[in-house]
């Protein structure tokens, strides 16, 4: 099935239900106004050039009508191409120019952004604004002008090829920049939809699911799953604890996604045990581990609806599914379990390999390694790249975990030099290549350290003489934006290296880590 057949699914269910609610603009749409709203603004793409398989961006903050315009986009079987709001606009333009965009609707709040992008952009051709009219971009109601859903014309697809057609190019990592752009097909995104609405739905009649996390990024795809349910989006315009509690009760929300960062933002919040969480079946951790004490407070907070999935751009979300009935047994009955990510689901086959390809005995440490469906096809324009990751015939996910005795999966370190920082992952290289642009810094190795409020925040430990640790965060962060600069500087006289030379991160971690089973948060 296509992406947008899985919205069709839930329309079908009950065309008259609430689809999104916008508690910033107060926008509401029925399932059936949405599908009609869809239709049209596909047709005004088709109207204004949109081609099949054209690649179509979305830029701001979240807003109903940003899930309309993704719907629409797949309805003409587009390619969705996610662009980071919290990215440096150097970073934004690189992916853009590497995946050549040519489409992008953006908020008005975003208009300044936008218009550095398109100074750097050469192959955007078409913009929309989607509030209102933004000097010669028209706003989406103009564009849409002397247009109905009756004008939309079905793409052409064969019903077996079409599986290989692609839903978007998704930057790995969740962030642009250097980022590889993963090939998403139907096949792909489909078994992911399939697998998580599997997961989260068949609990209540009545699916309201809120969406505060970026719709630009997991929330998303997470969207589209409950939408498949027949679920009502309520739309929060970004993350805020307490709107978020508030929400949940005003609402009756019963599935909610949040990264793990997001969550212990909830727990520490002065209003916790102020609302009504009792509506809650499905509250989804995705993103990056989640501490195991932390989770088990949230059992005892939120109740029985705490579940956790594991997966990556290349093979999204689902890999391993912790569902809300095991992690809450465990909550009381065994909570070291509560470190484990899951189980892998049925849409995959998971091994645990060692550098050679050999496979790794049960409780020990290995390369995550999958394939399946779920696997996306290739890294954009990378073949060599791609190759790279496909090596023994598996997928290589970088992650190094173990599984225990009951098939439970632990996510112990990372292979690759990544830090997973309020569920956005940053490559360590890319900030090292920042830091020591700077004349007065000689080497630099970059990781990630404990945070409370993050789960993890970048760290940089460098050899320089004659700068300071402001003067380095705030040049990192012009060149690659807040989410990749370091939050601390360490200067040392030189750094460890390993027998082949290399720098001795994990030595240099010991010192923020200790003795800890994983170095990851």
């Given at each position: 099935?296509?992406?947008?057949?899985?919205?069709?699914?839930?329309?079908?269910?009950?065309?008259?239900?609430?689809?999104?609610?916008?508690?910033?603009?107060?926008?509401?749409?029925?399932?059936?106004?949405?599908?009609?709203?869809?239709?049209?603004?596909?047709?005004?793409?088709?109207?204004?050039?949109?081609?099949?398989?054209?690649?179509?961006?979305?830029?701001?903050?979240?807003?109903?009508?940003?899930?309309?315009?993704?719907?629409?986009?797949?309805?003409?079987?587009?390619?969705?191409?996610?662009?980071?709001?919290?990215?440096?606009?150097?970073?934004?333009?690189?992916?853009?120019?590497?995946?050549?965009?040519?489409?992008?609707?953006?908020?008005?709040?975003k208009a300044d952004e936008v218009q550095q992008i398109?100074?750097?952009?050469?192959?955007?051709?078409?913009?929309?604004?989607?509030?209102?009219?933004?000097?010669?971009?028209?706003?989406?109601?103009?564009?849409?002008?002397?247009?109905?859903?009756?004008?939309?014309?079905?793409?052409?697809?064969?019903?077996?090829?079409?599986?290989?057609?692609?839903?978007?190019?998704?930057?790995?990592?969740?962030?642009?920049?250097?980022?590889?752009?993963?090939?998403?097909?139907?096949?792909?995104?489909?078994?992911?939809?399939?697998?998580?609405?599997?997961?989260?739905?068949?609990?209540?009649?009545?699916?309201?699911?809120?969406?505060?996390?970026?719709?630009?990024?997991?929330?998303?795809?997470?969207?589209?799953?409950?939408?498949?349910?027949?679920?009502?989006?309520?739309?929060?315009?970004?993350?805020?604890?307490?709107?978020?509690?508030?929400?949940?009760?005003?609402?009756?929300?019963?599935?909610?996604?949040?990264?793990?960062?997001?969550?212990?933002?909830?727990?520490?919040?002065?209003?916790?045990?102020?609302?009504?969480?009792?509506?809650?079946?499905?509250?989804?951790?995705?993103?990056?581990?989640?501490?195991?004490?932390?989770?088990?407070?949230?059992?005892?907070?939120?109740?029985?609806?705490?579940?956790q999935a594991y997966g990556q751009v290349e093979c999204?979300?689902?890999?391993?599914?912790?569902?809300?009935?095991?992690?809450?047994?465990?909550?009381?009955?065994?909570?070291?379990?509560?470190?484990?990510?899951?189980?892998?689901?049925?849409?995959?086959?998971?091994?645990?390999?060692?550098?050679?390809?050999?496979?790794?005995?049960?409780?020990?440490?290995?390369?995550?390694?999958?394939?399946?469906?779920?696997?996306?096809?290739?890294?954009?324009?990378?073949?060599?790249?791609?190759?790279?990751?496909?090596?023994?015939?598996?997928?290589?996910?970088?992650?190094?975990?173990?599984?225990?005795?009951?098939?439970?999966?632990?996510?112990?370190?990372?292979?690759?030099?990544?830090?997973?920082?309020?569920?956005?992952?940053?490559?360590?290289?890319?900030?090292?290549?920042?830091?020591?642009?700077?004349?007065?810094?000689?080497?630099?190795?970059?990781?990630?350290?404990p945070h409370e409020k993050w789960g993890e925040q970048?760290?940089?430990?460098?050899?320089?003489?004659?700068?300071?640790?402001?003067?380095?965060?705030?040049?990192?962060?012009?060149?690659?934006?807040?989410?990749?600069?370091?939050?601390?500087?360490?200067?040392?006289?030189?750094?460890?290296?390993?027998?082949?030379?290399?720098?001795?991160?994990?030595?240099?971690?010991?010192?923020?880590?200790?003795?800890?089973?994983?170095?990851?948060?």
């Amino acid at each position: 099935m296509r992406a947008i057949d899985y919205f069709d699914r839930g329309h079908d269910r009950d065309p008259s239900r609430l689809a999104i609610i916008d508690t910033e603009t107060g926008l509401k749409l029925t399932f059936a106004e949405t599908k009609a709203l869809s239709e049209r603004i596909a047709a005004a793409l088709q109207k204004h050039g949109f081609e099949n398989q054209d690649l179509l961006g979305l830029y701001g903050p979240n807003d109903g009508m940003l899930l309309v315009v993704l719907l629409a986009m797949w309805r003409a079987n587009g390619k969705w191409i996610p662009v980071n709001t919290r990215n440096a606009i150097d970073a934004n333009a690189g992916y853009i120019n590497y995946v050549r965009l040519k489409w992008l609707v953006y908020h008005s709040s975003k208009a300044d952004e936008v218009q550095q992008i398109k100074d750097l952009c050469p192959t955007l051709q078409h913009f929309v604004c989607l509030d209102k009219r933004m000097g010669d971009d028209p706003s989406l109601e103009e564009f849409m002008a002397g247009t109905s859903e009756a004008d939309f014309v079905e793409p052409e697809i064969d019903a077996f090829a079409n599986l290989m057609d692609m839903v978007g190019i998704f930057p790995t990592g969740g962030t642009t920049g250097p980022s590889k752009g993963a090939n998403v097909t139907n096949l792909g995104w489909g078994t992911m939809i399939e697998t998580a609405a599997d997961g989260m739905g068949g609990r209540t009649d009545s699916p309201v699911a809120l969406v505060s996390a970026p719709i630009t990024h997991a929330a998303g795809p997470i969207a589209l799953s409950t939408l498949s349910l027949g679920a009502t989006q309520v739309i929060l315009p970004g993350f805020d604890a307490e709107d978020v509690l508030r929400t949940i009760a005003a609402y009756k929300v019963t599935h909610m996604y949040l990264p793990p960062t997001a969550m212990y933002q909830c727990l520490a919040s002065p209003e916790i045990g102020q609302h009504d969480y009792s509506s809650l079946k499905i509250f989804i951790l995705v993103g990056s581990p989640c501490s195991p004490e932390k989770l088990r407070q949230a059992v005892e907070i939120f109740g029985p609806c705490m579940c956790q999935a594991y997966g990556q751009v290349e093979c999204p979300m689902i890999v391993a599914w912790f569902p809300p009935e095991d992690v809450a047994k465990f909550a009381y009955e065994a909570p070291e379990k509560l470190a484990a990510c899951g189980k892998p689901t049925r849409s995959i086959k998971v091994t645990l390999m060692d550098d050679d390809g050999n496979h790794v005995a049960q409780g020990e440490a290995g390369e995550i390694c999958v394939r399946g469906a779920l696997v996306t096809h290739s890294y954009f324009e990378k073949p060599e790249e791609t190759a790279e990751i496909r090596k023994f015939g598996w997928h290589h996910t970088g992650d190094v975990g173990k599984f225990d005795k009951d098939g439970y999966l632990y996510i112990v370190d990372r292979k690759k030099d990544m830090v997973v920082s309020g569920g956005f992952n940053v490559f360590t290289a890319e900030v090292e290549a920042a830091v020591t642009e700077l004349g007065a810094v000689r080497e630099a190795c970059v990781f990630g350290i404990p945070h409370e409020k993050w789960g993890e925040q970048v760290h940089a430990v460098v050899v320089a003489d004659g700068i300071t640790e402001a003067e380095i965060i705030a040049h990192t962060k012009e060149r690659l934006g807040g989410v990749k600069a370091p939050k601390s500087v360490e200067f040392i006289d030189a750094i460890p290296r390993t027998a082949a030379g290399k720098m001795d991160k994990k030595e240099l971690r010991k010192k923020y880590w200790g003795d800890a089973q994983r170095m990851v948060n």
